[in-house]
């Protein structure tokens, strides 16, 4: 089990700055893939940025150039979210994927608002 708990969302105007956190415990040593989504009202979840099981960082075109993943050695993940736009509002959910015998179990956090507007 691993539990999952994101922070830092919130209003910021256009142009702005947020950096969301995303902490995580319990089996964390297990987790293979870590990553972050986001989702709107009567949309499906979109991937947003993740870290693969090869290291390597993955970034949905819509935030290249804009957003920054990163993590720590606490299996702390971060999005650096910088030169924000209105369309990128939406709830944003930090994930984390452990291998199983039979496939790949997900874990999600709660989420966290995020507002862009003036």
């Known amino acids: 089990q691993v539990q999952l708990v994101e922070s830092g969302g919130g209003l910021v105007q256009p142009g702005g700055s947020l950096r969301l956190s995303c902490a995580a415990s319990g089996s964390i040593f297990s987790i293979n893939a870590m990553g972050w989504y986001r989702q709107t009202p009567g949309k499906e979840r979109e991937l947003v940025a993740a870290f693969t099981v090869g290291g390597s960082a993955n970034y949905a075109e819509f935030v290249r150039g804009r957003f920054t993943i990163a993590r720590d050695s606490t299996y702390t993940l971060y999005l650096q979210m910088n030169r924000l736009k209105p369309e990128d509002t939406a709830v944003y959910y930090c994930?984390?994927?452990?291998?199983?015998?039979?496939?790949?179990?997900?874990?999600w956090g709660q989420g966290t608002q995020v507002t862009v507007s003036s």
């Open positions: 994930n984390a994927k452990l291998p199983r015998a039979w496939g790949t179990e997900n874990y």
